[in-house]
């Protein structure tokens, strides 16, 4: 059977969703079949976060440069910092005949299309907000006002992603061996 044409998928959910655990069981099921992309971040690293593996840790400074300088395919600003991705590994990824995993933001995903029209969108949902709530709160990476931030967000993110994310797939993260299956026929099709 030959392999599936190489392709962007774009990957974005409300924080607390699942959608690095599942990214992460998609790339631990297929090993070396797909591509990650790597973002670029004025963030500061979290414990355990390496650069140039997890993100480009860059300052203010560089991050402005890289937009001066077209080198990044889209970016936005996501709870007070700046995230963008870069251009150049995509298009050698996808030349390669890799296709390439982006985890980005809703508002970021309608100026990805705008550079890669044959972006495959999905959007995971959680089964309901009291469900996101309680995996927020379980992950235990988050303070109370980060997390009543990240549920007030979540409404007008989805909101968004229904009006203007054009997501050919939108997967409820339920029982999550089911929604690694849904997400491998996507990415299998
Ligand atoms: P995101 O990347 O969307 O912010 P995470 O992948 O960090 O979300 O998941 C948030 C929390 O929910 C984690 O503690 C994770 O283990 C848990 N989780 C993810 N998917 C499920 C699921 N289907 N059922 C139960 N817990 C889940
Ligand atoms: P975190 O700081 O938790 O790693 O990521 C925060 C948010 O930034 C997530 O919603 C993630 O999807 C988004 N994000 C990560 N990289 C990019 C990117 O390159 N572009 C955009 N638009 N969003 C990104």
């Known amino acids: 059977m030959s392999s599936p044409a190489a392709k962007p998928y774009v990957i974005s959910a409300p924080s607390g969703a699942g959608k690095n655990t599942l990214i992460n069981g998609l790339m631990n099921r297929f090993p070396g079949r797909f591509a990650y992309s790597i973002s670029a971040t004025t963030r500061k690293p979290r414990e355990g976060e390496r650069d140039g593996e997890h993100y480009y840790f860059k300052t203010p400074e560089e991050f402005q440069a890289m937009i001066s300088e077209g080198e990044l395919a889209e970016w936005n600003e996501v709870h007070g910092n700046f995230y ?49 709530e309680q995996r927020l709160r379980g992950r235990g ?49």
């Not at 996808?94 to 299309?113: C, E, H, Q, T």
């Not at 550079?115 to 009291?130: K, N």
């Open 141 to 189: 990476t988050d303070s109370e006002e980060t997390i009543q931030l990240r549920l007030k967000n979540a409404i007008d993110e989805l909101a968004f992603a229904n009006a203007n994310g054009k997501y050919e797939h939108v997967i409820v993260n339920d029982d999550l061996e089911e929604a690694l299956d849904t997400l491998a026929g996507i990415v299998n099709a």
């Open 84 to 132: 963008g991705t870069p251009r150049g590994p995509v298009d050698i990824l996808l030349a390669m005949g890799m296709s390439v995993i982006l985890d980005l933001d809703v508002y970021g995903k309608p100026n990805f299309d705008k550079a890669y029209p044959d972006a495959v969108g999905i959007l995971i949902v959680p089964p309901s907000i009291e469900v996101l």
